[in-house]
């Protein structure tokens, strides 16, 4: 079980369980978000983490505005 990180202007601290966000098929990565559409494919897992904290970057800055 991990903590799970608000979104912008939620207050509430929750814990939540999920499987891994990031994965590999056939030697590709991708991840998944919550929409329900996987990202990818990435040629490393590390290229994969990199671009799930650049999305989730981008999401919060767009929420904040």
């Known amino acids: 079980m991990s903590l799970y990180l608000n979104r912008y202007g939620e207050t509430s601290?929750?814990?939540h369980s999920r499987g891994e966000r990031v994965y590999s098929i056939?030697?590709?990565w991708y991840?998944?978000?919550r929409r329900?559409?996987?990202?990818g494919p990435y040629e490393t897992e590390n290229e994969a983490?990199?671009?799930l904290i650049s999305f989730v970057q981008e999401q919060l800055d767009f929420?904040?505005?």
């Open 36 to 39: 329900g559409y996987d990202l």
């Open 49 to 51: 983490r990199q671009a």
């Open 31 to 33: 991840f998944s978000i």
């Open 26 to 28: 056939d030697a590709e």
């Open 13 to 15: 601290h929750l814990l």
């Open 63 to 65: 929420e904040k505005d």
